[in-house]
């Protein structure tokens, strides 16, 4: 059967570091309250001026430089950080790397992005559409938060950054990096709860031009979250969807050797874990250093476990991913 491996991963992320003492000098939080409630200690906000597309395009030229070539066939960006309303990331990374012509999608799935375009890439891979597809998620998350006491459950949560992967076949993929087969993906929404964690306006239900003063200083264009009904959806969810995954696939938690869960708080991610009995050691985590940094995550978490040697050939390596929509999925791996 044919192999398609995602490989060549790189990471970008915004140039000011922010730790938990600096943004208690933005509003009234604390380093024991984001530390004990998220295990985040700092994440990185870009310079006024840059976009998602700038980030991702960063992680790309990486990832390019490891591949050998900057030759691809599509671009599949995930964002719920778009630089403009339109059009997407996906042709102002295309441009600004030069590539012309290739068709460029970008996909609006939030923190479960990264998963869906695995699977859309796999998929448009096994098809025979494409043979070599650029995966990157990037987020500018600093530009759209209520950076005040008003927004703090959600300001300090969330980091920019972009994390990105070149996905083929295993036959041409380059040897000389880390290579993870995709042997298998699932993937759910739910819009019943698209409300719970959105951002209002603006959006085409509404007339831009009415969006009112009042509007902008109730905050009605910041995001929103229903923080208890997430975290408990999140941990029933990517529970869910991994028993699912793993025994579609005849694969044992015990023999995953490695679980890169997306990052939205230590917490989730220690009780999903503990739950599909994966000891802690074997759980990798970024977000103490990072934040949320959405459809960037999962990129950014493979990037930083090959920095630090963690893969050996064989080891089955399992990620999960649940956000707003909700959406949320999973997927499984063999190092190749
Ligand atoms: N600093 C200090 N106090 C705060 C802060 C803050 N930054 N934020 C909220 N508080 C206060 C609240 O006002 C509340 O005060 P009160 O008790 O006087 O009313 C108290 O802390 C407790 O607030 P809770 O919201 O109950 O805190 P909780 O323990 O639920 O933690 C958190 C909040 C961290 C947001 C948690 O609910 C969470 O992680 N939810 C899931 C996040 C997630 O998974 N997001 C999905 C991905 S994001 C995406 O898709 C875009």
Redesign the pocket.
């Known amino acids: 059967m044919t192999q398609i491996v995602m490989h060549s991963f790189a990471k970008a992320l915004g140039s000011r570091k922010i730790t938990n003492d600096d ?1 208690s000098r933005m ?4 380093d024991e ?2 530390t004990q ?2 295990g985040i200690k700092s994440r990185f906000w870009a310079e006024p001026g840059i976009g998602s597309s700038d980030l991702a395009v960063d992680a790309t030229r990486e990832s390019f430089k490891q591949s050998g070539t900057d030759h691809v066939d599509a671009i599949i960006a995930a964002t ?1 950080s778009p630089d403009h309303y339109f059009p997407g990331i996906g042709v102002l990374i295309q441009t600004k790397l030069g590539l012309k012509n290739i068709p460029a999608f970008d996909i609006r799935q ?3 992005g990264f998963l869906y375009g695995i699977q859309m890439a796999h998929s448009l891979i096994k098809s025979g559409t494409y043979k070599r597809i650029l995966l990157v998620g990037s987020e500018v998350h600093s530009t759209g938060l209520d950076i005040s006491t008003r927004g ?7 980091g920019d950054g972009a994390g990105s992967c070149i996905i083929e076949e295993a036959t041409t993929a380059p040897t000389n990096t880390t290579r993870f087969e995709i042997i298998d993906s699932e993937l759910h929404s739910d819009g019943a709860d698209a409300r719970e ?1 959105w951002c209002e306006l603006p959006g085409s239900v509404h007339f831009t031009s009415a969006i009112t003063p009042d509007e902008f200083q109730h905050g009605a264009v910041f ?1 929103k ?1 229903n ?2 009904r ?2 408990e959806n ?1 941990v029933k969810r990517m529970t869910e969807v991994c028993n699912s995954l793993l025994s579609k696939n005849n694969i044992k938690s015990e023999q995953v050797s490695h679980f890169i869960p ?1 990052q ?2 230590t ?2 991610n220690e009780m999903v874990a503990n739950l599909l009995q994966i000891s802690p050691e074997r759980c990798f985590n970024t977000i103490q250093n990072y934040g ?1 940094t ?1 459809a960037a995550t999962i990129p950014i978490g493979f990037t930083d476990a090959i920095s630090s040697n963690r893969f050996k050939s064989q080891e089955f390596v399992l990620s999960a991913a ?4 909700f ?1 949320w999925g999973s997927a499984i791996f063999k190092v190749v």
Do not use: K
């Not at 509003?27 to 604390?30: A, I, L, N, Q, R």
């Open positions: 943004l509003m009234e939080t604390s309250w984001i409630r998220t719920l939030q923190c479960s703090r459950d959600l300001a300090v949560l969330f964690l995001p979250m923080g208890r997430v975290f999140a997306h939205a708080n917490r989730i949320n959405t649940f956000g707003s929509g959406t």
